[in-house]
């Protein structure tokens, strides 16, 4: 298989500030490849720069065999974007939205009109083809930009948050069309805030903060690598007391925050037996996930 | 092809025919709402037209009749620079920064330049509506001979690219709409009372017909009124010059100042 993304030493500033620095990475064609950061972390900035939406201060990009920005509108051609903001044409219907975007692929207008049928059935729009976008839900919409972003059948899919916002039967309906695409052979590059998304979906991942990569590899590899594998949380009063005198000789790790406690262990056992003498102190024991990886590797300071 | 407006906006503009598609999504919006809209191009100029024309041409030695016609061509150009100006500002600053609909079309295989291009013909092309309205209501109410008003649509679409030019650079600059009305007060509406619309710039201290001559809409006025009545003026290479110069110099800005404001 070859590369359907390739990027070397990419680096940007605005106003002197950076805001990627020195990114490299590989989408391999058919994969669904995740970028994962805290806000201000360089992501969307990386997707607009892959695109070809803005040029690179230094580094290379390959976006499906074409160099970019020098030819990133012959790459746009045989790619989909589904953006973070929605951008649907406000004073279309549902089948104008798709006929209008079609036409800046310069597909004809026969053309277009046949693949919005199955377009709609895909997105779960069937039916509604007339209506205005003002009448769709935040889930609809979602899923016609989907259906937007495959108006001319693309190799690479490049999705921006695809499911913030969205209530969790929207954001599993994304997430089946999802891997119904990546059946279908497209290759996927997603950013996302939400770690179940990433580990659900993604083949490999990669984790950036301050504009550099901090890790990457599968979600199952980055959780081997970065963390031990089973966390207990503890609440209740005075944990931090209990925290400090029993849990620090009992897991290899732990961590206060606020009200909680979090223990991170190779064995729970021991930690559980001594919650339960403390008949006050609530738990959750849970396996590590990805979302512990990113929060060791970017901390927990909130970013704005 | 290589792709120089990202690494160099100072390039110069790439026009393609790709402006097409983006002139057609708007000509879709607004043929939805076309009843409304081609209503008031209609009603409004016709009611400031007779109002002026007979209020006012009744006042005037030489009556009634040939102020109105004379009134009427000032319009073509005036209304065209309104209506032109109003679509490349209002209309395109919602579409690139209210509703994004620029950012869906740079997604596709599609560049700034096409996108500012697609714009600038679609305000010029929605002034020359204004203007073709004016012309059918001098002709209708027979202000006008038909051969002058047919013969006027180049010079009106002239008019219609120039404003559009120049309202997108300020469109490149706003921070919201606002910015606009400071536009429309300080530089349109004076420059529509020095300009020769209401009356021959003649009439003006000779100091201020010399600045006149610097305005765009001086140059269509004095373009588009003998048209309509059917010669063409002498200096008509010179008056199309200058609004051909206004024209590509406030696209070339509007172009190099919108790609700095998106592309960076």
């Known amino acids: ?304 | 092809m290589i792709n120089s407006s990202l690494t160099n906006c100072y390039a110069l503009p790439a026009i393609s025919r790709r402006f097409v598609p983006v002139w057609r999504r708007n000509f879709l919006v607004w043929r939805k709402l076309a009843v409304a809209s081609v209503l008031g191009n209609l009603v409004d100029p016709m009611i400031m037209l007779f109002g002026l024309g007979y209020g006012l041409g009744g006042v005037m030695s030489g009556g009634g009749t040939s102020y109105f016609s004379f009134l009427a061509a000032g319009f073509v150009a005036s209304a065209t620079m309104y209506a032109a100006s109003f679509e490349a500002m209002f209309s395109a600053f919602s579409r690139m920064h209210g509703q994004k609909t620029w950012d869906a079309i740079l997604n596709a295989p599609m560049d700034l330049d096409d996108v500012v291009t697609g714009e600038l013909v679609w305000a010029a092309s929605k002034g020359l509506l204004s203007g073709v309205a004016i012309l059918m209501v001098a002709v209708v109410f027979g202000y006008a001979p038909l051969s002058g008003a047919i013969a006027a649509v180049p010079a009106a679409m002239l008019i219609g690219l120039t404003f559009a030019a120049l309202a997108l650079t300020m469109n490149a600059l706003a921070q919201g709409y606002d910015f606009f009305s400071y536009y429309m007060t300080l530089v349109l509406t004076p420059m529509m009372m020095l300009s020769g619309v209401f009356f021959p710039v003649g009439q003006l201290p000779a100091a201020v017909q010399t600045a006149a001559a610097v305005f765009p809409l001086y140059h269509g006025v004095a373009l588009v009124r003998p048209i309509v009545g059917g010669t063409l003026p002498p200096e008509w290479l010179v008056h199309a010059g200058v609004l051909i110069a206004y024209a590509a110099a406030g696209f070339y800005v509007a172009l190099v100042l919108t790609r700095r404001r998106l592309l960076s």
């Open chain 1, 1 to 304: 298989m070859s590369a359907a993304l390739e990027v070397r030493e990419l680096a940007k500033s605005y106003g002197g500030e950076p805001v990627v620095r020195g990114v490299g990475f590989t989408v391999e064609a058919g994969e669904c490849f995740g970028l994962l950061g805290p806000n201000g972390a360089g992501k969307t900035t990386t997707l607009r720069l892959c695109l070809g939406l803005t040029a690179p201060d230094a580094g290379g990009i390959r976006l499906l065999g074409h160099d970019v920005p020098t030819q990133a509108r012959d790459a746009r051609r045989r790619v989909g974007v589904v953006p973070q903001l929605d951008s649907l044409d406000p004073d279309f219907t549902v089948a104008e939205n798709l006929l209008v975007y079609g036409r800046y692929f310069g597909l004809g207008d026969a053309a277009i009109a046949a693949r919005i049928p199955a377009l709609l059935g895909f997105a779960g729009l069937s039916g509604r083809s007339d209506a205005r976008i003002h009448t769709l839900s935040g889930g609809m919409k979602r899923r016609l930009t989907l259906a937007r972003a495959l108006i001319n059948d693309p190799d690479l899919l490049v999705l921006d948050e695809p499911t913030t916002g969205l209530d969790p039967q929207a954001r599993h309906l994304i997430w089946e069309r999802l891997r119904q695409l990546m059946q279908e052979g497209k290759t996927l590059l997603l950013t996302t805030h939400f770690m179940e998304e990433a580990e659900r979906l993604c083949t490999r991942l990669l984790i950036m903060d301050a504009g550099r990569v901090i890790t990457l590899g599968s979600p199952r590899e980055l959780i081997a690598a970065h963390i031990e594998p089973e966390v207990v949380e503890v609440h209740g009063p005075r944990c931090d007391a209990w925290a400090g005198q029993r849990a620090q000789g009992l897991a290899s790790r732990v961590e206060s925050v606020g009200e909680t406690v979090f223990c991170y262990t190779q064995r729970a056992d021991p930690l559980l037996e001594s919650i339960a003498a403390h008949p006050r102190l609530t738990y959750l024991h849970r396996r590590a996930n990805l979302e512990d990886v990113f929060l060791k590797l970017t901390g927990r300071d909130l970013r704005d």
